[in-house]
């Protein structure tokens, strides 16, 4: 074994063996229950912003509906909460037995308006979904209207990034289980 001498000028020697399997399989439980609750974290920060800020919904004279909507750059308001409960988490986390494979972790919704409330945009629903088009069948639209971006998924990754990453890393300890 080659010696290693450090600037004291004293003898470093190193043994050690690598128990790689072994690792692999300890560690790999641990990082998908961190996983796991890294994507929570974010679900769970998104759905309270949504749900947080209520637009105001009026009934005025037995049919017509007010209602209060969000400014551009504000968080979209809470009107029928299609958009919160919509969030959800999924997780991959491979197939390979005891082997770190690529772990992933999905945190979307499928309200069709979503994206472009993210980013801004036309907004087009169709009007065959009756499930987001309740207001726009007593409302409707003359036109298709332009969205300006009400971001709340970027600036709730970059607003919860040490609590995931804190949620991720908890699990794993290097001095053992």
Known sequence: MPAFINAAGNNMQARFSWHGENFEKDLKPKLEKGLTDAANVYAKAIRKKLLKT???????????????????????????????????????????????????????????????????????????KKKYTRIR??????????????????PTFFEQKDQML???????????P
Request: charged residues 15%; proline residues 7%.
């Open 54 to 128: 209520s637009g105001a919904i009026a009934w005025t004279g037995g049919t017509k509906l007010r209602i209060k909507h969000s400014k551009a750059g504000q968080i979209p308001f809470f009107q029928t909460g299609n958009l919160a409960l919509s969030v959800r988490t999924s997780f991959n986390f491979g197939k390979t037995r005891g082997r770190l494979t690529k772990m992933k972790a999905r945190i979307s919704t499928d309200v069709p308006y979503a994206p472009t409330l993210e980013f801004g945009g036309a907004l087009s629903i169709d009007p065959n």
């Open 137 to 154: 069948l007593i409302n409707p639209l003359k036109s298709t209207p332009y969205i300006a971006a009400r971001p709340v998924w970027r």
């Open 166 to 176: 804190f949620a991720l890393t908890s699990r794993i300890s290097v001095l053992g």
